[in-house]
């Protein structure tokens, strides 16, 4: 059986609450980092009509994939081969256009400077707080969650504490850190708006936004809506609604 734990209210003082407090300052030191090191906004080019046209391809497929149980078998059918039909469909890439758009997307530099910049004002911070959590707290057992979990959230919340006998529910400080890290978007989106919170928000989600700085690549999103127009099974749900109106009138009938 697990084992129960009193924990220290000095841990609270001394370890809880100064980690929850300085992964937030840092967040909002990097929001104002980042700030600073951004490069000044250049005068905006107005938009290709042609990748304008391909992104309203792309989001009439998806609109087409997500909705395609609301439409006929023999609808969705042409409405699919419309846009996946080899050649002739609307999300087919020609090989040459591809290569142009990958190659047009690295030789920007002033792209790579931003990139580079926004991994500094990320991994730097980020790897001396962790340096200062795992010499200082690394060991302790920071709180305890108030409901059961299973044993598969062991090691996401016991991180640094090889003890199999302590309860699941106990968050050790290491883990606490993580928690943090990865938890904190919406005290950032009260504390600096919600158009700000991406700056100070945790490391998965600056990821993406890196990603998705590098901008649009219709090359890469026509090919990857095909590909999911391609292997979608088609299911309508009109006979599933019927049946279920039925079901639902004959218990209120019977009632």
């Known amino acids: 059986m697990a084992e129960e734990l009193v924990l220290d209210t000095a841990i609270r003082d001394w370890v809880l609450i100064p980690l929850s407090v300085v992964m937030v300052l840092i967040g909002v030191l990097r929001y104002f980092v980042s700030k600073l090191m951004r490069s000044p906004p250049s005068a905006s080019p107005s938009p290709d009509p042609k990748t304008v046209k391909e992104g309203q391809v792309v989001i009439r497929a998806r609109n087409l994939r997500n909705g395609a149980q609301f439409i006929p078998a023999k609808a969705f059918k042409a409405r699919k081969l419309y846009y996946t039909n080899g050649e002739a469909g609307l999300l087919h890439v020609p090989k040459e256009d591809a290569q142009k758009a990958q190659a047009a997307m690295f030789s920007d530099p002033n792209m790579a400077m931003d990139m580079m910049k926004k991994n500094l004002s990320m991994i730097v911070p980020q790897t001396l707080t962790f340096a200062w959590v795992n010499f200082f707290f690394s060991g302790f057992v920071a709180a305890k969650i108030p409901f059961p979990l299973t044993q598969r959230f062991r090691g996401m919340l016991q991180n640094g504490i090889d003890l199999s006998t ?26 600096l708006g919600e158009e700000n919170v991406y700056a100070a928000t945790d490391d998965a989600q600056k990821m993406m936004a890196m990603g998705g700085g590098m901008g649009f690549n219709p090359a890469m999103s026509l090919s990857a809506e095909k590909d999911s127009l391609d292997i979608i099974q088609h299911d309508w749900a009109l006979p599933k609604m019927e049946r279920h109106a039925e079901d639902v009138l004959r218990k209120l009938l019977k009632n």
């Open 166 to 191: 302590v309860d699941v529910s106990y968050v050790s400080s290491r883990s606490w850190y993580f928690l943090n890290l990865f938890g904190l978007r919406g005290l950032f989106s009260l504390i």
